[in-house]
């Protein structure tokens, strides 16, 4: 097998095309606070901004992959997904125990947490993140 189990949906392309812009962005944004000094930049929460940095890598990474209809795509948008998440959870300890933080933080963590669970889920169906033979209840027993 070569990696894909189908035929690539409508929706792939312009999801990835998505993935592949907003991890550009994410990394030329990201660089450029973290060339300029992160610590002079109002509210920055360092380990959110080394996380989004090195995360528009794998968005990028996913993004190609999604386009060329790979099921290691799929994956790689799980963990992206899971590991915004965890970041978003870690974010909102932060922000819990009283550490300093910019509002647009917030929706920008709310973003990409739904961006990648949407796209993780969509080519979980569409490619199969479990081995359909795995995933069947008479397997299991």
């Known amino acids: 097998m070569t990696g894909t189990s189908a035929i690539r949906p409508r929706w792939a392309a312009p999801a990835a095309w998505s993935a592949i812009l907003f991890g550009v962005a994410t990394i030329l944004v990201g660089g450029k606070t973290l060339i300029a000094d992160p610590a002079s930049a109002d509210d920055i929460v360092p380990f959110v901004l080394w996380f989004n940095f090195i995360a528009g890598f794998a968005y990028v990474t996913a993004g190609y992959g999604i386009l060329v209809w790979k099921r290691w795509a799929a994956w790689l948008s799980a963990v992206i997904a899971a ?50 033979e795995a995933a069947h209840p008479s397997r299991l027993g």
């Open 83 to 132: 590991a915004t998440l965890a970041a978003f959870v870690a974010f909102g300890i932060h922000v819990a125990v009283g550490g300093s933080f910019a509002a647009r933080t917030v929706g920008a963590m709310m973003l990409r947490s739904l961006v990648w669970t949407v796209i993780a889920v969509a080519t979980c169906r569409a490619l199969g993140c479990v081995p359909r």
